[in-house]
């Protein structure tokens, strides 16, 4: 099926706005886009769902793997006229310097996905061909298949780099914007997600989707999107047996990063998923067996949060009963003491694991995480290991020993990190089930324990 991969020469050069503008613009003229993003990061895919009405989803070849990304296109494609595929960095940035690996290249090449490279062409001509060039060279295995001139300084500037490109390169230059800050996407922090999900960026969106359709050759796009099928869709898990749990999951504005496939996964080995909103004051769902919060922004809603005391206590008290229990990042958070926003203002949360959270001004931590297990990890026990990604502002102060729930290696070195409580596992790192699909089958197990037993 057609599908583009939208990558760019480094990050800040457009290739989120020109993703977001070309799903718009798709969307406006009656075709079924899907959206996904190379990398682990949640906040894009917000967007790109906002924008298409369809669950976006990550590629990550570090996390998952190769074929775990083939899979993933395939099985996220399924009902779609067109995939916008937005990179990563710079098309060739990835987990260290000396490969592709975890690269937007990485994942153009091994899903021989076309690349539509977005250049930031403000105060440049035909240096533009030149970059062009160097970038079309690089990788015999990637595919850039035509150039969006993004900043241009209105139609006459763009039609001098379209000239230079398409001499030195060889490539279609297929369309552009000029500087406009009104189409500068508003600064991402991460009060904005929750904005986006509330529709106040409806309009924007909608915009930048007529400005880019008037802007683009439109035959040209199609015809470079053209790409060789995709693999046949395929279950990501094949469970040992089905699973007869009930698993709760907290989902509003302040608990919402989920890798999509992590919820498959469950359901596809049995799990019933039940859907609360501790935000809203819900308690957790009679009956439930299991128990995931995800990450989110929990210091975006600290004060509301702090008043839902009976959702607070159902949650502490189920996890103290022994509820087999993940929280990832923003779950993590919720489930300490107290939450200190970066104002100074203390707000009392679950209170379950002991310390709190302080907020910082500056990123706390930024990276992919390999994640060893430790004895009494249910989830992943000593001697297993599985793959995610940390993105967080806050730092955690523990009260007391806290014990360990893993180790994790990065950029810079191996530490122990998260905690164990009861049957509850937390930390920052946010995991994608498909690094190490046992997992799952571990948690509903548990799940079912704890079902007989009580």
Sequence with gaps: MRRLVIAATGSGAGKTTVALGLMA?????????????????????????????????NLDSWMTGTETVRTVLANGCKGADIAIIEGVMG?????????????????????????????????MAR????????????????????????????????????????????????????????LSLPERHLGLVPSVERGELDSFFAELGRKIAAAIDWETLFS?????????????????????????????????????ENLEMLSACGAELVYFSPLAGEPLPDGVDGLYIGGGFPEEFAAELARQTAAKQSIRAAIERGLPTLAECGGFMFLTERLMTADGAEYEMAGVIPGRVVMQRKLAALGYREVHGRKGNFLLPEGERARGHEFHYSTYEPRGDVPFAYETSGRLGVKPDGCLAHRLVAGYVHFHFASAPAMVERWLSECEKVKHDG
């Design 127 to 182: 240096s533009a061909a030149a970059i062009v060039r160097g970038f079309q060279t690089f990788h015999p295995d990637v595919h850039i298949a035509g150039v969006f001139a993004n900043r241009v300084g209105g139609e006459g500037h763009f039609r001098l780099i379209k000239a230079a490109v398409e001499q030195m390169c060889g490539l279609p230059v297929i369309g552009f914007l000029s500087k406009d800050d009104a």
């Design 91 to 123: 098309l060739f940035d990835g987990k260290q310097p000396l490969s592709d690996e975890g690269s937007t290249a990485d994942i153009a090449a091994s899903t021989k996905s076309p690349v539509l490279l977005v250049v930031d062409c403000s105060g």
């Design 224 to 260: 470079i999107a053209e790409a060789p099928a995709l693999a046949p869709s395929a279950p990501l898990i094949r469970p040992s047996r089905l699973y007869r749990a009930r698993v709760a999951v907290a989902k509003d504005a302040a608990f919402h990063f989920y890798y999509p």
């Design 25 to 57: 613009a798709l969307k406006q003229k009656g075709y079924t886009v899907q959206g996904f993003k190379c990398g682990p990061d949640y906040i894009d895919p917000t967007y790109h769902t906002a924008v298409t009405g369809r669950p976006s989803r």
